[in-house]
């Protein structure tokens, strides 16, 4: 039988004071496939082991079906793990190493039906009588699953399965992994720090910072909707330009977001969406656009022949001009990606790659429930590992386009574009920015627009 899995307010600290998971609350539907994704060292094993049993919980409960389960011994759990390293026994061929917790489990019943029925649907038969030294590094993640499928388990708990696999063979087996899972029906956890993978596999996504939950939903909408700029910067490839800019609502012009040396007009009549920009006015915000926001200018050549200007009868319905000087282009056979100087400055998620944001001390909570207070105190939850954005006040004097920040690519907006458009360093290029795929976020990068209720195409 496949299991619920619930955690509430779960925490966990190895180093008195600092928690490396933060009162995680997560409820898994038996059958789900649910990912954990995040970057390096924001606590994603830690959750997987404390589910398996292998850590301790400190705080919070961990529910199986229902069932208070922090203290029930990882063998009663019926969970099985499939690790990154495989974990095989060096010494027993494949049958012996799928077999063996077989037999640990039912000391007197015969593994080798099992064995042979796990290996068919495998199609690893062949591989049954190899050590795991005679084997490649896909063969042996086949045996590892083997081993793990053979014991019906009542959920499957994989931590990074594939990341020691070259990139075809990580694409093929996850289309297996996703089919066998989908076939068995088992509940499975699967963690990794590959938003693609993540969004590939998962029913749902749950997006991890430093120990703290940031947002949990189908990937659609965790894509679509993304609660903060970390998740939207962390979900998508290429990943999503974020500029810094400023809120201009005068009571009797066209509101405006400015980036810098240039500004986005937004259409008239207003959008409900950017009509709740108003009262930003002023104010600091962090615009971020998809490669699928913005488009270069249909009328590129005869407006490189009039010094640049976009003309305006190209754009589409909604669509706003702005200029790109081009500093780099990237060609990808299908596409090439062009890296624009618009002037503006980008904005700063400083933990995307890096380990966890600076430890805080552990606080003591009480529970809030359902309430508002509940509600406010949630909605804080995100914020508690530190603001997800820096907005250092430096950058206001504008960035110098011969001096790209360090470790950052050049260019403050990357355009995917068809790889029939000649485009050459240097250019002055119009782009049209799609005003209904804008997203804002405020100063300490939370979503401001769109408003989740107004956000079209997100029946599921
Ligand atoms: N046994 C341990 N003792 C002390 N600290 C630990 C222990 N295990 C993990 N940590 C720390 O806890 C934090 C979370 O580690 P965890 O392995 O859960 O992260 P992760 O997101 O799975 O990272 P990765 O993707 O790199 O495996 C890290 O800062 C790590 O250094």
């Known amino acids: 039988m496949t299991r619920a899995i619930s955690l509430h307010d779960v925490s966990k600290s190895y180093t008195k004071g600092v928690r490396v998971v933060d009162r995680l609350t997560l409820d898994i539907e038996p059958g789900e496939f649910l990912v954990l994704l995040g970057p390096s060292g924001c606590g994603k094993s830690t959750v997987l082991r404390m589910i398996a049993g292998l850590e301790e919980i400190d705080e919070g409960e961990l529910l199986l079906d229902g069932e208070y389960a922090n203290d029930l ?9 499939v690790f990154q390293n495989f974990a095989l026994y060096p010494n027993m061929t ?3 190493n799928i077999g063996f917790p077989l037999r640990i489990e039912s000391p007197a019943a015969d593994p080798r039906p099992r064995v042979d029925a796990t290996a068919r649907m495998l199609g690893i038969e062949d591989l049954l009588d190899r050590f795991p030294a005679q084997l ?3 063969e042996r993640q086949r045996v590892a699953m083997g081993r793990a499928i053979a014991r019906h388990p009542a959920a499957f708990l994989m931590d990074e399965p594939l990341s020691n696999l ?17 076939k068995l029906g088992v509940t499975t956890v699967y963690v990794t720090h590959d938003q693609a993978e993540a969004m590939s596999l998962g029913d749902r996504v749950a997006v991890l910072r430093g120990g703290v939950l940031q947002q949990v939903g189908t990937p659609r909408s965790v894509y679509a909707l993304p ?4 998740v939207a910067a962390f979900i998508g490839t290429p990943r999503i330009n974020l500029l810094r800019g400023v809120v201009r609502a005068p009571l009797d012009g066209a509101m405006t977001i400015s980036l810098g040396k240039q500004y986005l007009r937004l ?5 409900l969406d950017h009509q709740l920009l108003r009262v930003q006015q002023g104010r600091e915000v962090i615009v971020g656009l998809r490669s699928e926001a913005v488009r270069i200018s249909p009328e590129f050549s005869a407006s490189l022949e009039q010094g640049g200007r976009p003309s305006p009868a190209a754009a589409r319905l909604g669509e706003v001009p702005i200029n790109g000087l081009v500093e780099h282009v990237e060609f990808q056979g299908h596409e090439i990606l062009a890296h624009f100087n618009t002037g503006s400055s980008p904005a700063v998620v400083p933990d995307l790659e890096a380990p966890r944001p600076v430890a805080r001390p552990a606080r003591r909570r009480r529970r809030a429930g359902g309430t508002v207070l509940g509600h406010l ?5 995100a914020l508690r590992a530190g603001p997800v954005v820096v907005l250092d006040h430096q950058a206001d004097a504008g960035p110098d386009p011969a001096a790209p920040p ?10 995917r574009t068809t790889p029939d458009i000649e485009l050459r360093h240097g250019m002055h290029v119009p782009l049209l920015v799609d005003s209904a795929h804008l997203f804002v976020f405020d100063q300490y990068g939370e979503r401001i627009c769109p408003a989740p209720a107004r956000l079209p195409d997100l029946e599921e």
């Open 73 to 81: 011994l990882p063998a009663a759990r019926q969970m099985a793990m």
């Open 94 to 96: 494949g049958r012996d």
């Open 136 to 138: 490649s590094g896909g």
């Open 166 to 182: 070259d990139a075809k063979l990580r694409n093929r087996l996850r289309a297996e992994i996703s089919g066998l899972t989908r």
């Open 227 to 230: 609660r903060n700029v970390f």
């Open 267 to 271: 259409p008239e009549p207003l959008s």
């Open 377 to 381: 105190r949630e909605r804080a939850g």
């Open 406 to 415: 360090e470790g950052r690519l050049p260019g403050d907006l990357i355009v």
